[in-house]
């Protein structure tokens, strides 16, 4: 048997490399959307393992200096990068955020993983020209890189009606009823690089 035939055998390894969004910050233990993925595979019969090494606060270096040894570890065979937020939060160069992107996703598709980016918008205070430019950071190197692309993990939660609802008391994070909103935005994605 050669070892393609092995490969597509072994059921999918994801890693979550992400943020505080990730990272169930603020949240019940099992109620983020990282923790809903692993039921909706389970639901959906996909077998699959889900290591969920999202850090609270973490920007695209820090994941950049931990992919390598994540890699190694848990030797995914899908990665999902939801870092970017916290680089907007901190005024980091755009172009930094870009390249550690650019590098992860080329460094994750050299260990033999698929690669699936999760893009995140600023709020309207940041400007609408650097707003853009941030938001199309993450479509510019999918595309790139042949990566997959979710455009807006907090699509539906922090342009609903009512935002203010589904936010925590810092108004940056969500709450845990906001995450099955995350998943339903992941999930499609995510679901294509599954096949």
Known sequence: ???????SATPPNILVVGDSLSAEYGLQRGTGWVALLERRLADEKIQATVHNA???????????????GLLGFYQPSLVVIELGGNDALRGLPLK??????RQMTETAQKA???VLLVGMQVPPNYGRDYAERFSN???KVAKGEG??????????????????????ADRIHPKAEAHPTLLNNVWPELKKLLK
Do not use: C, H, W, Y
Not at 96 to 101: A, G, I, P, Q, V
């Open 54 to 68: 999202s850090i609270s606060g973490d920007t695209t270096s820090g994941g950049r200096a931990r992919l390598a």
């Open 96 to 101: 930094s955020t870009e390249d550690n992107l």
């Open 112 to 114: 033999g993983a698929k």
């Open 137 to 139: 950071t993450f479509a």
């Open 1 to 7: 048997m050669g070892s393609s035939a092995v490969q």
């Open 147 to 168: 990566a997959g692309l979710v455009p807006f993990l907090l699509k539906g939660v922090a342009d609903a009606p009512d935002p203010v609802a589904l936010f925590q």
